[in-house]
């Protein structure tokens, strides 16, 4: 009786099918909101954490009081570069609230002039996506215990 090589790995294949294969386990994403479904109330949700005067926001968002009054009066959806320069922002109050503790403690925190590895950091740090990154990059180091 010849028996052939696929037979032979089949029946060994058939042996080792008793171990049983590791379960996938599969997480929860949150879902980033797409550009469509970030409206004004949902950057209301935001900008209410801080606060931020609308002057302030629109400086950081580059856009004038006035766009941003017709934004809220509108309940208009915002444009990618704001969507995303939002919820870069988010992210580093999200940080800053989880160092600082309190809304008020943060904010004073930012309006703060500091100098960060030759780099000055400020509110007007916050116009510019390089400075809000810089600024979480900061928060991070002091959750870290680096105060440099």
Known sequence: METSVFSMKKKAKDQTSKV??????YRTVKKIPSVADFNYRQFEKIAGVLPFSQKEWAYMLHLSERTLQRYAKDSKHFEGIYVDRILHIKKLIDMGLSVFKTP?????????DKVVLGHHLNF????????????IDEIGRIQHGIYI
Not at 20 to 25: I, K, L, N, Q
Request: charged share 20%.
């Open 20 to 25: 049983e294969e590791p379960m996938a386990v």
């Open 124 to 135: 007007e740090s916050l116009q510019t996506t390089q400075g809000i990154q810089d600024t």
């Open 104 to 112: 008020e403690a943060l904010y004073n925190w930012l309006k703060q």
